[in-house]
């Protein structure tokens, strides 16, 4: 990278030429890097005291599911919520928010509502009896 221009510095943990502004009075990092890091500690720390989980041993657990949520497979841009049972407090694995905070409450954490929701989208019962019937966005005319 080119040498700062007046009126910048360059950081030393992403390597950018950014304004003054951006850094401490005698820092090293830019505010962003500074923000970056504090919201990652935090975030280890709290998984650490909260669940259990060793320094990285979320970021292994992260790894080993491919980096997407358990459940819908999707990838987010926010991290993954540690799912853990309620009950017992064992950790599942770690699931975007929607599969976290809404399916799996909705489904009150029963395998048995889930597998029954499963075999319900595959095999409507409103097909078998009524034959097929379409929304009305759905309709051909």
Known sequence: MSEPRKGQRRCVKCERNRAERFFAPRGKTCADCRKQSRSKTTHDRRVQVTYG????EYEELFNAQGRVCAICGQTRRT??????????????????????RKLLPAARNSPTVLRSAAG???????????GPRYHIENREE
């Open 53 to 56: 989980l060793g320094p990285g």
């Open 120 to 130: 319900y989208l595959e095999d409507p019962p409103a097909l078998k009896f009524l």
């Open 79 to 100: 991290r993954l919520d540690v799912d853990h049972d309620h009950i017992t407090g064992l950790v599942r694995g770690l699931c975007c928010r929607l599969c976290n």
